[in-house]
């Protein structure tokens, strides 16, 4: 299956978590989120994290990736 969203994880500048997957599920059990989480993340809904105290609070955002960017990517790789 094709990878179609990044997750990044950040406290402050600091990057915690980065990677691709290719489904909102892959993305939950991973992190430990329900469903419904991932998706209201993924269209920046607001969350649990957002109007908080907490000191270290992380941000969570996934960016859906656009198949035009793969291909460059690949096509950019063979050309290297």
Not at 32 to 40: F, G, I, M, S, V
Not at 56 to 80: L, R
Request: hydrophobic content about 30%; glycine content about 2%; proline content about 2%.
């Amino acid at each position: 299956m094709k990878t179609r969203y990044n997750v990044l994880v950040k406290i402050g500048e600091q990057i915690l978590h980065n990677e691709d997957y290719s489904t909102f599920k892959e993305i939950s059990e991973d992190l430990n989120l329900t469903y419904q989480q991932t998706a209201d993340l993924s269209i920046n809904r607001p969350n649990k994290f957002i109007n908080n105290k907490f000191k270290y609070a992380p941000i969570i955002t996934i960016n859906k990736i656009s198949v035009d960017s793969i291909n460059n990517a690949k096509k950019s790789e063979k050309e290297g």
